[in-house]
């Protein structure tokens, strides 16, 4: 089992940037696909990044591909979004997750685990 803590939100003006970060703690970090999600009030969760278990495969939704950037480093066990030229629509709470499977995958009920969230506001 794996536990999940993210931090980095706050607030941010329209084409500013942040930076969340993802520690876990337990066993075999590096056998879990790593995403983040994201949940605007009112709305359903939605996919925003994952990569895979060596950190080679990204994917990315279209709303913020070229913008946001997910990495990993694994002997630190934490995954990082780097979120830049954000927009007020990117404002929500960022969760990270774990999947413990081999493929790169988008959809929330693949997830195994979750953190508790971060707030990502952005002012326009």
């Known amino acids: 089992q794996v536990q999940l803590v993210e931090s980095g939100g706050g607030l941010v003006e329209a084409g500013g940037s942040l930076s969340l970060s993802c520690a876990a703690s337990g066993p075999d970090f590096s056998a879990y696909v790593m995403g983040w999600f994201r949940q605007a009030p009112g709305r359903e969760r939605e996919f925003v990044a994952a990569i895979s278990r060596g950190g080679i495969t990204t994917t990315y939704a279209d709303s913020v591909k070229g913008r946001f950037t997910i990495s990993r480093d694994n002997g630190k066990k934490t995954v990082y979004l780097q979120m830049n030229n954000l927009k007020p629509e990117d404002a929500a709470v960022y969760y990270c997750?774990?999947?413990?499977?081999?493929?790169?995958?988008?959809?929330?009920?693949?997830?195994?685990?979750w953190g508790q969230g971060t707030q990502v506001t952005v002012s326009s």
């Open positions: 997750a774990a999947d413990y499977g081999r493929m790169v995958t988008t959809t929330v009920p693949r997830y195994d685990y």
